[in-house]
């Protein structure tokens, strides 16, 4: 297998963009129309993933420590799908006469060699980590929804019970799929640590626009039934650090800081904790109240509340949410002013550009990158 | 009859002739001297339009020759040969028409496959047009959600400028409540002789001054509350058409959900 050829290859296929996850899924429904079931309608996103993948794999075909651990989490995550062996040589012969429609001429039998041993590979190393993983967890988890809380008119509280226990770290989150949306997968972090009953809380804000958040906001009842990946991501507590511990929150990214920040509360001694929880407007502080009663209980947490489009203390006359009196300011600079944050471990999580923006803050201010956890979500929660 | 593709024309035509078997003269049917047919003979009695079965044939009888003469009627047999020799050459032609047929059709199915469009070439025009249908689906469902978007900023921002507009207006109203309760209260105050009949002896045995303040505070917290109920139910009522109209654009926008649950595998 010559790794450049591959490449070089591929770079000139991926030039023609779109048209070639489009050509790609095409001949694979031609080919074998009873897949095309396990996708949603539209294909747009999907068709950006698939290309983003390709490349992502291709440009680590030669570094296969890096490449084995990604494709096998691919292939654990593709089993929620209901993806299993057999669909795999359907994809890899359209994968290989999308590549060879798109090569042209350039296309002969050591290229469409050296593709179906990096192809063999793919599938083998993705089927192997989900066939693993099969012995260990179901493909997906049936849950039902046992709480709805509309804490504002755009952000609502669930909490849902799976149907055999999912196992995961305060901070990490799963795709969620609704049965009014089948086929549109979206991912949500455990706004709790796990607990005996297994019940798992979902902080989830309405996005405009956005099929899957518009539902779980507006009209999801108790009773109604969601299917649930398995756990993935990275924003989870250093356990190993005896440092203190910054938690910046913004919006509904509060999620899973505040799994994180009980799972610090229940150690024998947390370490001092500090939590910035920005809106903003006073009415986006949803879940101020509990914070604040937290921070009343825990000596060890201290609660910054923040708003950046609000005259500070201005509380709506209906919405007297805690006691606290919120900051006037972005998450960034009302972080900056609280000082010094060089021995601490900070934990980001919320919009991409508030993320973007307090992590830059807070290097400026001397905190080590590798000291800093951030995650961002946008998209992934439309 | 039986077959609508049988080409031939001459079947019919010979058959339909008027009943060649009747009418040429040669094949003269039954003797009118023995009009039972099943008698003398058995000749098909099929006659124009239906075809010569093998069990027709079976049955054929022939009417003795005439008196003197041996064997069977010579006029009959040669009719009936020269029957069977139509309805053979009918069945002939058929077959060749049949033949070409065949043929035609083989040449054409042959055609589809090397001659006219190739496999490869087919695929690539299901592919295309699949692709087609896919973009289509991807920009019906683009304008919907883009649609959506608009839709629901647009509520929120209608319902950010009720909400500021109810606040400002609140406010408004808590200010001239305000004023206008001291107001009242202070003219109460300044004006009212000291009651009459007051039902306690209480309030009466106080201190004027004390007994005044006390009416004052009275008056101005019902004045107050009254304002502040008055402001409280359309504030209220505000919110509450906003939410009405924010749930109703989002339930417009949104396509009812499928209620399909998704399979199980």
Not at chain 1, 131 to 141: G, I, K, Q, T, V
Not at chain 1, 195 to 213: E, K, M, N, Y
């Amino acid at each position: 297998m010559d790794a450049q050829r591959l490449k070089d290859s591929f770079a000139h296929v991926a030039r023609q963009g779109d048209a070639v996850a489009l050509f790609f899924y095409s001949d694979l429904f031609v080919r074998n129309p009873q897949l095309r079931d396990m996708f949603p309608i539209g294909m747009s996103v999907q068709r950006e993933k698939l290309l983003g993948a390709l490349g992502g794999i291709v440009a680590q075909v030669d570094d296969l420590p890096s490449l084995v651990p990604f494709l096998q989490q691919l292939g654990r995550d593709h089993r929620k799908f209901g993806i299993v062996a057999e669909h795999y040589p359907a994809v890899g012969a359209s994968l290989l006469a999308t590549l060879k429609y798109f090569c042209g001429t350039a296309w002969n039998d050591d290229l469409a060699e050296d593709w179906n041993a990096a192809y063999t590979l793919v599938s083998k190393v993705m089927l192997e980590a989900a066939n693993e993983d099969a012995l260990r967890s179901p493909a997906w988890w049936n849950a039902q929804v046992i709480g709805v809380e509309r804490r504002r008119f755009d952000i609502a509280m669930l909490r849902v019970v799976p149907d055999q226990p999912l196992p995961y770290l305060p901070g990490q989150s799963v795709a969620v799929e609704t049965t009014s949306r089948p086929r549109h997968w979206r991912y949500y972090s455990m706004a709790n640590a796990p607990r005996a009953d297994h019940t798992i809380d979902f902080h989830v804000r309405l996005v405009d626009g956005g099929p899957v958040s518009s539902v779980l906001v507006r009209s999801l009842h108790v009773g109604d039934r969601l299917r649930l990946g398995a756990p993935v991501g990275t924003l989870t507590l250093n356990e190993d650090s005896p440092r203190d511990v910054l938690l910046v929150a913004g919006s509904t990214g509060l999620a899973p800081l505040k799994a994180i920040l009980e799972q610090l509360a229940r150690r024998p001694s947390p370490p001092r904790t500090h939590l910035f929880f920005g809106a903003r407007t006073h009415e986006g502080l949803y879940d101020l109240e509990e914070l604040s009663k937290l921070a009343m209980e825990l000596r060890w947490l201290t609660l910054v509340p923040a708003v950046s489009d609000e005259p500070p203390g201005t509380l709506p006359g209906l919405h007297r949410a805690g006691t606290a009196q919120a900051e006037h300011g972005t998450l960034p600079d009302v972080v900056g002013r609280r000082g010094l944050w060089i021995d601490h471990d900070a934990y980001v999580c919320g919009p991409p550009v508030m993320v973007a923006r307090t992590n830059e803050r807070l290097v400026q201010l001397g905190v080590n990158r590798d000291r800093i956890r951030m995650e961002t979500f946008a998209e992934a929660q439309r | 009859m039986n077959s609508p593709h049988t080409p031939a024309g001459h079947h019919y035509s010979t058959s339909s002739d008027g009943g060649v078997r009747h009418d040429d003269g040669r094949y003269t049917g039954p003797d009118p001297a023995e009009p039972d047919r099943t008698g003398g003979h058995n000749l098909p009695a099929t006659m124009g339009e239906s075809r010569l079965t093998p069990a027709e044939l079976q049955s054929v009888t022939f009417p003795r020759a005439p008196l003197g003469r041996r064997g069977y009627d010579e006029e009959r047999v040669r009719s009936f040969l020269q029957y069977i020799e139509r309805e053979l050459a009918q069945i002939f032609s058929e077959r060749t028409a049949l033949a070409d047929e065949v043929a035609r059709l083989r040449e054409r199915l042959s055609g589809v496959s090397s001659g006219g469009v190739p496999p490869e070439e087919a695929h690539f025009q299901a592919v295309r047009i699949l692709s087609q249908a896919q973009q289509t689906a991807d920009l019906y469902v683009a304008d919907a959600e883009r649609y959506t978007r608009e839709l629901a900023q647009e509520a929120r921002q209608y319902r950010e400028a009720i909400l500021s507009d109810a606040k400002s207006q609140a406010e408004l109203l808590l200010d001239e409540a305000h004023r206008r309760a001291s107001a009242v209260a202070e003219t109460a105050a300044a004006a009212a002789p000291p009651p009459q009949h007051v039902p306690s002896g209480d309030p009466s045995s106080l201190p004027d001054d004390v007994r005044r303040q006390m009416e004052r505070e009275i008056a101005y917290l019902r004045t107050y509350s009254e304002v502040y109920r008055t402001h409280l139910r359309s504030y209220l009522e505000s919110l509450l058409r906003n939410v009405d109209e924010w749930e109703r654009s989002e339930r417009d926008a949104l396509p009812t959900g499928a209620t399909e649950p998704p399979r199980p595998r």
